[in-house]
């Protein structure tokens, strides 16, 4: 039975890790940002004029993760790209890391007077951005969900809960925020999960270089809170449309597109408007390895969603 449950537990903190950590850069090159807004808790780089977009980024990732989607998008929208402390070299903030960094990005979102944004976020912040929606119904608008779900802690496991979640995950955070940061950049460097979120080359690269630069407490508070956070049971009053980009292709080894696709569905079910397209052969972060594929997805959804199109109900 122990066995049983050390080797559940690992690969439970394997698929976190697979879904959470999240990738890099492009070569494309943005424009300069026009204004900066900067908090302890987060950073967001500004640029672009129109609509606004808020862009969150994954674990370990700074804002510049978006700057591909921001050189794209920033003629027709204002693109406000987040950068949150302990993430890639910026110093970490105090508090719950999910709960922080919801509040203070809701509380900017008010200030700026951001009518109804868009919010793109991948991973982790497709978590952020869900909870955005939830609390916030009539200040939010369409959201663009790259990667991520409403309770990570089930994707293996379909009758597992917030309680058994924490306890699956109580190991690894406590190991991570246990080692020295030279021992954790070390194990970051040689992380064998990293090569199967994105595919080798420069992006890989950067990959590396954000997640041993990330402060590793920060990295662990982040990682156990989207670990065991369930908000299955807030999706029902989603008022805003919603859609989900899935990816499996990093997963192969151990699962398969039919067994990704199907959980996505079973943890969307609830969603009022959701649609959910499935990558062929992108991994984790498909807007780096299928950018136009990414694209072409967004510019369908936010164009349906802006002329009030009906979109298509139950993912189908």
Same mark, same amino acid.
């Not at 090159?29 to 808020?54: C, N």
């Not at 910026?90 to 809701?106: K, M, V």
């Given at each position: 039975?122990?066995?049983v449950?050390?080797?559940?537990t690992?690969? $439970?903190?394997?698929l976190?890790l697979?879904?959470?950590?999240?990738?890099s850069?492009t070569?494309a090159?943005?424009?300069?940002?026009a204004?900066?807004?900067e908090?302890p808790?987060?950073r967001?780089?500004?640029?672009?004029?129109?609509?606004p977009?808020?862009?969150i980024?994954g674990?370990?990732?700074?804002?510049?993760?978006?700057?591909?989607?921001?050189a794209?998008?920033?003629?027709?929208?204002?693109?406000h790209?987040?950068s949150?402390?302990?993430?890639?070299?910026?110093?970490?903030?105090?508090?719950?890391f999910?709960d922080?960094?919801?509040?203070?990005?809701l509380?900017?979102i008010?200030?700026?007077?951001?009518?109804?944004?868009v919010i793109?976020g991948?991973?982790l912040?497709?978590?952020l951005a869900l909870?955005?929606?939830?609390?916030?119904?009539?200040a939010?608008g369409?959201?663009?969900?790259?990667?991520?779900?409403?309770?990570?802690?089930g994707?293996?496991?379909s009758?597992? $809960?917030?309680?058994?979640?924490?306890?699956?995950m109580?190991p690894?955070?406590?190991?991570?925020?246990g080692? $020295?940061?030279?021992?954790?950049?070390?194990?970051q460097?040689?992380?064998p999960?990293?090569k199967?979120m994105v595919a080798?080359?420069?992006?890989?690269?950067?990959?590396?270089?954000?997640a041993?630069?990330s402060?590793?407490?920060?990295?662990a508070?982040?990682?156990?809170?989207?670990?065991?956070?369930?908000?299955?049971?807030?999706?029902?009053?989603?008022?805003s449309?919603v859609?989900?980009?899935?990816s499996?292709?990093?997963?192969?080894?151990?699962?398969?597109?039919?067994?990704v696709e199907?959980?996505?569905?079973?943890?969307?079910?609830?969603?009022p408007?959701?649609?959910?397209?499935?990558a062929?052969?992108?991994?984790h972060?498909?807007?780096?390895?299928?950018?136009?594929?990414?694209?072409?997805?967004?510019?369908?959804?936010?164009?349906a969603?802006g002329?009030?199109?009906?979109?298509?109900?139950?993912?189908?």
């Amino acid at each position: 039975m122990n066995q049983v449950l050390r080797t559940k537990t690992a690969a $439970t903190a394997a698929l976190a890790l697979t879904l959470l950590l999240s990738h890099s850069a492009t070569a494309a090159t943005a424009a300069p940002a026009a204004t900066r807004y900067e908090t302890p808790v987060m950073r967001v780089d500004v640029t672009g004029k129109g609509r606004p977009m808020v862009l969150i980024p994954g674990l370990t990732c700074p804002g510049d993760v978006w700057r591909e989607a921001v050189a794209r998008y920033s003629e027709r929208y204002e693109c406000h790209a987040v950068s949150f402390g302990g993430f890639a070299g910026r110093p970490r903030f105090e508090g719950p890391f999910l709960d922080t960094a919801r509040d203070t990005l809701l509380a900017y979102i008010r200030e700026r007077r951001l009518a109804r944004p868009v919010i793109v976020g991948h991973s982790l912040g497709g978590v952020l951005a869900l909870e955005l929606a939830a609390a916030a119904p009539d200040a939010i608008g369409p959201l663009v969900i790259v990667d991520a779900l409403p309770f990570l802690g089930g994707a293996g496991d379909s009758t597992a $809960t917030a309680e058994s979640a924490r306890k699956a995950m109580e190991p690894l955070w406590k190991m991570m925020r246990g080692q $020295t940061q030279e021992a954790y950049a070390a194990y970051q460097r040689q992380a064998p999960y990293l090569k199967s979120m994105v595919a080798p080359g420069p992006n890989y690269d950067r990959v590396v270089e954000w997640a041993t630069t990330s402060d590793r407490i920060a990295v662990a508070d982040a990682m156990f809170d989207v670990g065991t956070v369930d908000l299955r049971d807030m999706l029902p009053a989603m008022r805003s449309p919603v859609l989900v980009l899935g990816s499996w292709y990093g997963m192969k080894a151990f699962s398969t597109r039919e067994a990704v696709e199907a959980t996505f569905r079973r943890q969307y079910a609830g969603t009022p408007k959701w649609t959910l397209a499935m990558a062929d052969t992108a991994r984790h972060f498909m807007m780096l390895d299928a950018p136009q594929w990414t694209w072409a997805q967004m510019d369908a959804f936010l164009g349906a969603a802006g002329s009030s199109a009906r979109l298509t109900e139950g993912g189908r």
